[in-house]
């Protein structure tokens, strides 16, 4: 895999990709999956040699009437007896259209593309016994932008993602009208696409179906898709989370190293480093735990500052752990049977449950769950005069205005989404046991719709800190108001918290030293328009992800630590 040149900015340098069987990481998934770039199949003669000699082994073996599951059997329950030459030249096909079955809306097309990227990155490494002109068939459906329509609902990560990969590899093949894509905006289906851009139908032999579907490759998709996005909004939160500390004129003292060499967690050890760097520079926090006359109350901060690194520091650990997960699941083969070039044979078995995937975004949403409660904490502290070191209540701007209510409303909305995510954090790979056709898949790992589960628990959680990032920036101006009469911000706030500041003022049109806070008058200020902005701008990596680089790039190298 040749690898992507980033600076600290995540920016690409690189728009082409290789795939080649080797090591592919979460950033070049879903570089790939939102087409920002094209993908490159190896020119490697010895990888097209061992493609094509384990295509041979499986056309020889199915001729000679020696029972291979899913090759001249029929499947799960179904493979009781083998079948005549005719009828396994006919299944692979047949298999896409009794697995068509899915229901609900279509998923979003980086889902797929990241799902298609995964899957010709496991058929390269020759053990599955496809031809190659199918993968490069994916590839030039990727390279030209054309995603299969695949529906929501539909798998259980058992016999991995069987439903909704059949839509894809029903597509790229482009045998019936009923497979459908979706190219420029417009809806066609592959047999169009074939006939546009002059390509061969393709009719599956023996084996090839299987290797297109029997895959964790869609739902190891979507959870690429995931990390990448919890990546940017746990640096984000760390950011909110050091503004609202300084607005609380909270002590640095629990940030220092040698308490936490004391307990030296990996992850404990990170965020507390992170804080002493996201809080140097400010002129608002305490520097040795010292007692502020009329402004700090107490002489040791609450939990919910004192305790950032044991309580976030688990959450590092763990995104560290799922991004190890999903990039093993990336580069792994995951249909069944698998060809043993070097010996010869083939062998049965289980690659294709999703299990470590749905654990994995299982644990997800239980941390989306957890800094978020973090976060809330902060946020009933910063609204309630007793615990905010004398700001106004509901952080009101204008408090002269007595029918001014600041952002009360504001964390109400918070609180209706608080309860959502902490519902989201339970887990479903523990749960509702099927035993799907006749049995053969008597356990499964729910890895699709787990990692389902947490792309909306994500949705969530953006809007939730584009609500924390408005309290944080109130804070903030309300804090320096009453310190400086200048209302100075820059002066005041940490260098690496001000980047975040400056560029929610660019985000919502506001001055960065003007002499009124960010909400001043209730009436005057449409807080759901600032959401709408803050949120957009989350989601197109756009001016906060750049203000938080650096504190994204110290994760990411933290989560390559080994």
């Known amino acids: 895999m040749e690898k992507l040149s980033r600076n600290k900015k995540e920016s690409y340098y690189v728009d082409c990709i290789e795939i080649n069987g080797n090591k592919i990481s979460v950033d070049e998934i879903v570089f790939i999956a939102n087409n920002k770039g094209v993908l490159k199949l190896t020119d490697d003669e010895k990888i097209h040699d061992k493609i094509e000699k384990s295509h041979q082994f499986i056309q020889q073996a199915s001729s000679k009437r020696k029972p291979i599951y899913g090759v001249n059997t029929g499947f799960g329950g179904m493979a009781t007896h083998i079948l005549s030459h005719e009828e396994t030249q006919k299944l692979q096909n047949n298999l896409l259209y009794f697995l068509k079955t899915g229901t609900g809306e279509f998923l979003q097309d980086k889902y797929v593309r990241a799902a298609m990227v995964i899957l010709c990155n496991a058929l390269v490494k020759g053990t599955s016994g496809i031809r190659y002109k199918i993968i490069e068939r994916y590839v030039f459906f990727l390279n030209n932008n054309i995603v299969p329509r695949v529906h929501e609902l539909g798998s259980i990560g058992a016999s991995g993602d069987l439903v909704p990969l059949s839509y894809v590899a029903g597509a790229i093949t482009g045998n019936a009208e009923c497979f459908k894509v979706l190219h420029e905006g417009v809806e066609k289906s592959g047999v169009t696409i074939c006939n546009e851009f002059n390509l061969d139908c393709i009719y599956l032999q023996p084996k090839e179906g299987l290797a297109l579907v029997n895959s964790t490759a869609m739902l190891t998709a979507i959870a690429a898709c995931n990390l990448k996005e919890l990546k940017t909004l746990f640096a984000l939160s760390l950011q909110v989370h050091a503004m609202m500390l300084q607005a609380l004129i909270a002590s640095t003292q629990p940030f220092n190293d040698f308490i936490h060499q004391q307990k030296p967690h990996e992850g404990q050890l990170f965020i507390a480093k992170i804080f002493r760097h996201l809080l140097e520079g400010s002129s608002l926090v305490r520097k040795n ?274």
């Open 289 to 562: 735990g010292e007692f502020i006359a009329g402004e700090s109350r107490l002489y040791q901060d609450r939990y919910s500052i004192r305790c950032i690194p044991q309580f976030l520091g688990p959450v590092a650990d763990g995104i560290k752990t799922i991004n190890k997960q999903i990039e093993i699941e990336a580069n792994s083969v995951t249909d069944n049977p698998l060809i043993d070039m070097e010996n010869y044979q083939m062998i049965h078995g289980g690659n294709f449950l999703g299990e470590y995937i749905a654990i994995a975004m299982d644990q997800t949403r239980q941390y989306i769950g957890l800094v978020s409660k973090h976060l809330d904490a902060q946020i009933a502290m910063l609204v309630m005069p007793e615990f905010n070191s004398g700001l106004p209540s509901s952080l009101t701007g204008n408090s002269t205005n007595n029918i001014n209510m600041g952002l009360k409303g504001l964390q109400i909305t918070a609180n209706s989404i608080m309860p959502m995510l902490l519902f989201y954090g339970n887990s479903i790979a523990d749960k509702f046991p099927t035993h799907a056709e006749q049995f053969n898949q008597n356990i499964n790992s729910q890895g699709f719709n787990s990692a389902l589960l947490t792309a909306k628990s994500i949705d969530l959680f953006r809007k939730y800190i584009s609500i924390s990032l408005i309290f944080a920036v109130q804070a903030v101006d309300l804090r320096v108001r009453k310190m400086d009469k200048d209302f100075m911000v820059k002066e005041h706030l940490s260098p690496e918290t001000y980047k975040v500041y400056k560029a929610m003022m660019q985000i919502c049109d506001k001055p960065e030293n003007g002499k009124l806070p960010f909400i001043f008058n209730d009436n005057t200020h449409p807080l759901d328009n600032y959401l709408k902005r803050i949120e957009l701008d989350i989601n197109q990596t756009g001016l906060l992800e750049e203000a938080c680089s650096d504190t994204l790039t110290d994760l990411e190298q933290f989560i390559k630590k080994t």
